[in-house]
């Protein structure tokens, strides 16, 4: 399975974020998986924003829940992430990950940096 993020690398505050996850070797509607999106700040921990599982159901960090939308193509075998109103706190490598379902993430794209400066 291999995951590849894409998107544009440099946004000005207040703009909206958005990426795609496109999923090779596997497809996103498989029983038990979910397809996460996880971001790291510079010099910071990781961070789960959210998730969308093979049924389609979708779960929100509450913290990014009001400017976080996730989505997905099945005919692409794609996940997207959008996130609005973007700061220059929301500078980060933004990740696709599988989780098995168990909370195990066992394949991640090779991430992506978002910048946000004006």
């Known amino acids: 399975v291999q995951l590849q993020e894409s998107g544009p690398g440099l946004l000005k505050p207040s703009q909206t974020l958005s990426l795609t996850c496109t999923v090779s070797g596997g497809s996103i509607t498989t029983d038990t998986y979910h397809w996460a999106w996880i971001r790291q700040p510079p010099g910071k921990g990781l961070e789960w924003m959210g998730a969308i599982a093979y049924s389609g159901r979708i779960n929100y960090n509450p913290s990014l829940k009001s400017r976080t939308s996730i989505s997905r193509d099945t005919s692409k075998n794609q996940i997207t992430l959008q996130l609005s109103s973007v700061t220059p706190e929301d500078t980060a490598v933004y990740y696709c990950?599988?989780?098995?379902?168990?909370?195990?993430?066992?394949?991640w794209g090779q991430g992506t940096q978002v910048t946000v400066s004006s």
């Open positions: 990950v599988r989780d098995t379902g168990s909370f195990y993430l066992d394949y």
